[in-house]
T-cell receptor, first 114, second 118 residues
Framework: NAGVTQTPKFQVLKTGQSMTLQCAQD?????MSWYRQDPGMGLRLIHY???????DQGEVPNGYNVSRSTTEDFPLRLLSAAPSQTSVYFC?????????????FGPGTRLTVT | AQTVTQSQPEMSVQEAETVTLSCTYD???????LFWYKQPPSRQMILVIR??????QNATENRFSVNFQKAAKSFSLKISDSQLGDAAMYFC???????????????FGKGTKLSVIP
């Protein structure tokens, strides 16, 4: 199993550009989520999905869009990048929400918006 | 909303010694889950240990153990026989067990940077 994979690992964008961060998992997990990590802070939830076709907002959803057409993939779209979106982005997946089941994290994408 | 507080931004420990990282949390729920994650310089988030709030027994995983004090809402991590590979950021995290939006979210503290001195 590859686990949770994310592409790209690094990205530099100009203000106003759009892009999609890719996330895929091969563990047949129902639950997937996106977090961002800023310096001096823990991870904060952006969006999550409890299954194909079902998504919802987390703590910091503004400026991001998600969709889940398959169990495996959960892309994160930045519609119009802003410097405040400079961060490290993590995708995670697990079998169940609301449980002690481990969330598996991808390796992260470091995004810089200039 | 739940909050998680790690009051030690940085800590250091001598190799082979023991260190304890602190974590407190605030919640009105009676059932929930607590986790410690390790983030080495590679950025990968690695689960170290988990604790179910309904279990009174403290979780242990090899050299890692927790001191879970439910009434005090405290969840500290003890690392015994510290090794150079233990150097990393450590995050405490909370997850609700209730059905609903809160159960889908891990709420993280700001982290403690642990250095291991040879």
């Amino acid at each position: 199993n590859a686990g949770v994979t994310q592409t790209p690992k690094f990205q530099v964008l100009k203000t106003g550009q759009s892009m999609t961060l890719q996330c895929a998992q091969d563990m047949n997990h129902e639950y997937m989520s996106w977090y961002r990590q800023d310096p001096g802070m823990g991870l904060r939830l952006i969006h999550y999905s409890v299954g194909a076709g079902i998504t919802d907002q987390g703590e910091v959803p503004n400026g991001y869009n998600v969709s889940r057409s398959t169990t495996e993939d959960f892309p994160l779209r930045l519609l119009s990048a802003a410097p405040s979106q400079t961060s490290v982005y993590f995708c995670a997946s697990s079998y169940y929400a609301g449980s002690s089941y481990e969330q598996y994290f991808g390796p992260g994408t470091r995004l810089t918006v200039t | 909303a739940q909050t998680v507080t790690q009051s030690q931004p940085e800590m250091s420990v001598q190799e082979a010694e023991t260190v304890t990282l602190s974590c407190t949390y605030d919640t009105s729920e009676s059932d929930y889950y607590l986790f410690w994650y390790k983030q080495p310089p590679s950025r990968q988030m690695i689960l170290v240990i988990r604790q179910e709030a309904y279990k009174q027994q403290n979780a242990t995983e090899n050299r890692f153990s927790v001191n879970f004090q439910k009434a005090a809402k405290s969840f500290s991590l003890k690392i015994s026989d510290s090794q150079l590979g233990d150097a990393a950021m450590y995050f405490c995290a909370y997850r609700s067990s209730n059905s609903g939006a809160g159960s889908y979210q891990l709420t993280f503290g700001k982290g403690t940077k642990l250095s291991v001195i040879p």
